[in-house]
C-alpha cells in the first residue's frame, strides 16, 4: 500500500468519527486499502468498496460491494457512481451523511488523494441534482445489478459515443408497461420478436445490441429486470422547460416527464456534452459529467 493512500484512509476515519457519518466509500478497487480502511474504521460507520465492472455487485464479508463503469472516470465522477449505486442498493439512504474516499488512476494504480463529506438529499450542487430530488426511489426500480448495467453502459457511451462519434441516448428502467402505454412508435421495434436472454442488458451481446442503435430516435424501454423492451419509442410525457434545469433539451424533458407520470426512472446522455443524467419522480437525481 502506497503511504499517502495509508495517510489518506486514516484522515478520512478520522473525518468519519468526527462528523457522525453513516458510511465510508472507498471510490477504488484496492484490497489492501480495504482492509486497513475495515480495521481502521471499525464500527464507526459502514464501509462500502466501489470497484468492477458493471453487473458485478457482490456483498462482502465485511462490507458492500459495488460495481463502477469501466472507464477512465475522474474521483468526482467515481464518487458520484459509487453514490448513486449505494441509493440503488439501498446499501444507503437519503439523508445519509457519507464520506468518499476517492483518487485518480496513476500507472494502472488509484491514488488515493481526496476525502470529501456528502449529505444525500442535500448537497444539490456536489451531485448534480434538483433540489427535493426523490432519491429514495432509486431502490425500488430495479434490482442492483441490472441498475449497475444500465448506468454503467450510459457512462460508457458517454466517455466513448459510437464509433467515436458522440450520441444522445434516452433509456427507461422499470414500469415498462405504464412507459408503452405513455409512448408510441417513431420507426420499427429492432428489439421485437428476439428471444429475451439476446435482449437481457445483462448480457454482453444486448448491450452491444443498444449500443448498436444509440444514434437511433426515440428512447430505449428497458424491464425491471434488465430485458429491452422495445426501441425507438416516443415519450409522450414531456415536462414544462421551466422544470427541468436550463440548457437541458427535449431528451431531458422527456426523461423528466416520463418518470413523472410513471414509476420507472430514465437515463439521459448527451448528444452535445456526454454528460449522463439520472431522473426520477419528475426530477433530476444526478449528473455524472463527463469530465468528472
Do not use: W
Not at 488515493?112 to 432519491?135: F, H, K, N, R
Amino acid at each position: 500500500m502506497q503511504s499517502k493512500n495509508r495517510a489518506i484512509i486514516q484522515g478520512a476515519v478520522l473525518v468519519a468519527r468526527e462528523t457522525g457519518a453513516d458510511a465510508v466509500i472507498l471510490a477504488a478497487a484496492l484490497e489492501d486499502e480495504r482492509r486497513f480502511l475495515r480495521e481502521t474504521l471499525g464500527s464507526t460507520a459502514r464501509l462500502i468498496v466501489a470497484g468492477g465492472p458493471p453487473g458485478s455487485a457482490d456483498s462482502l464479508r465485511d462490507g458492500e460491494m459495488l460495481a463502477i463503469p469501466e472507464v477512465r472516470l475522474r474521483r468526482r465522477g467515481r464518487a458520484k457512481v459509487a453514490l448513486l449505486e449505494g441509493l440503488a442498493a439501498g446499501v444507503l439512504a437519503p439523508g445519509d451523511r457519507v464520506v468518499v474516499i476517492s483518487g485518480n488512476a496513476m500507472n494502472g494504480e488509484c491514488e488515493l488523494d481526496t476525502v470529501a463529506v456528502i449529505e444525500l438529499s442535500e448537497d444539490e450542487d456536489y451531485l448534480g441534482a434538483q433540489a427535493d430530488a426523490p432519491l429514495a426511489i432509486l431502490k425500488d426500480v430495479a434490482d442492483p445489478a441490472t441498475f449497475d448495467a444500465v448506468l454503467g453502459l450510459c457512462v460508457e457511451l458517454g466517455h466513448e459515443g459510437k464509433e467515436g462519434k458522440r450520441v444522445g441516448v434516452l433509456v427507461t428502467l422499470g414500469d415498462d408497461g405504464a412507459v408503452m402505454n405513455n409512448s408510441h412508435a417513431l420507426v420499427l421495434n429492432p428489439f421485437e420478436g428476439h428471444p429475451e436472454e439476446d435482449r437481457c442488458l445483462m448480457y454482453p451481446a444486448a448491450r452491444r445490441a443498444l449500443r448498436e442503435f444509440s444514434g437511433m430516435d426515440g428512447a430505449f424501454v428497458v424491464r425491471s429486470d434488465g430485458v429491452i423492451v422495445a426501441g425507438g419509442r416516443y415519450l409522450q410525457e414531456l415536462a414544462p422547460e421551466n422544470t427541468v434545469p436550463s440548457g437541458l433539451g427535449a431528451r431531458h424533458r422527456a426523461a423528466a416527464g416520463i418518470t413523472a407520470a410513471t414509476r420507472c426512472i430514465a437515463f439521459v446522455v448527451s448528444e452535445s456534452t456526454g454528460d449522463t443524467r439520472v431522473f426520477g419522480g419528475g426530477r433530476l437525481l444526478m449528473t455524472i459529467e463527463r469530465t468528472d
